[in-house]
């Protein structure tokens, strides 16, 4: 299917404001799942994702940039984010690129 990729893709163009880094290449993005609606051809997005630090205060900006972002996509036709805290986000979760952009 074609739809996942592109929902990868548009969540690599969101970012946590305080972090010059994407969600993906952060780690953020713990599952990516699609339910079947009612309505032909068009789908649930399913997302599990955390932040960097449990009191991070942009958690909701991010939540609803995810949200306008992939409900503009061809067939997403609802979408559910969960903030989830378990397991706890670490350094560990990040791409190669995102520890290269920040110095570690």
């Not at 996942?4 to 993906?24: A, G």
């Not at 955390?50 to 979408?79: F, N, Q, S, W, Y």
Request: with cysteine.
């Amino acid at each position: 299917d074609d739809l996942e990729p592109l929902v990868w893709q548009t969540l690599s163009t969101c970012y946590d404001p305080e972090i010059p880094v994407n969600i993906v290449d952060l780690g953020l993005v713990y599952r990516l799942a699609f339910e079947p609606l009612p309505e032909a051809e068009k789908v649930r997005v399913l997302l599990d994702m955390t932040l960097t630090a449990p009191g991070c205060g942009m958690g909701e900006a991010i939540a609803d940039e995810v949200c306008d972002k992939v409900l503009a996509l061809p067939r997403v036709g609802e979408i559910t984010v969960n903030l989830v805290f378990d397991p706890p986000w670490d350094r560990s979760r990040m791409s190669e690129a995102a520890q290269l952009a920040l110095g570690l």
